[in-house]
């Protein structure tokens, strides 16, 4: 497979040998609940709190689900995924009909698309990655590409600098 251009989180580290990353922003993964959930209470997750929860996480190609697994394994749970999304508006009217708990990723000082009407929470220790543009080594880009990752980097950059001032306290 050929990579043109890519905008997404970063692949893991050994994948990175053979690619070119441009960071543009960062994205925290976050719980979602409904208001009545119990977790809404919480003002930061515990991962240990999703051992019993049914869980609705993205696909298994995402960096939030590589990133979740991780996590995971690290605590020693095992979670109960009752569902893996590719369209969060899956996971939304899961959550919404279900109050199951939603697993998403929120970029630097950007709402989530369809979450305003439920809670969204950190983890005690936030799960944060970079997001960018990435494409292969040595591969030509074109001015066309250049200019899109300009017009990423100078319209992000309001948002990066509130988001580190609001993480540096």
């Not at 439920?118 to 590409?145: A, N, Q, T």
């Amino acid at each position: 497979e050929q990579l043109d251009l890519a905008y997404n989180g970063f692949p893991d580290a050994q994948e990175l040998s053979e690619i070119e990353t441009i960071p543009v922003t960062k994205a925290e993964i976050r719980v979602v609940v409904h208001p009545e959930h119990p977790l809404a209470k919480q003002d930061r997750i515990k991962i240990s709190s999703l051992a019993g929860e049914h869980l609705v996480m993205m696909d298994a190609q995402s960096k939030v689900k590589r990133l979740m697994d991780e996590a995971f394994a690290h605590q020693q749970i095992s979670p109960h995924i009752v569902l893996n999304y590719t369209q969060i508006l899956c996971m939304i009217s899961v959550i919404r009909s279900c109050r199951y708990v939603g697993i998403v990723s929120e970029a630097a000082m950007h709402s989530v698309p369809g979450c305003d009407q439920f809670v969204l929470r950190s983890f005690e220790e936030p799960l944060v990655f970079d997001v960018g543009f990435f494409f292969k080594r040595g591969r030509y880009l074109p001015k066309l590409g250049c200019d899109l990752i300009q017009l990423f980097l100078s319209k992000e950059k309001p948002y990066m600098e509130a988001w580190e001032k609001a993480h540096s306290r």
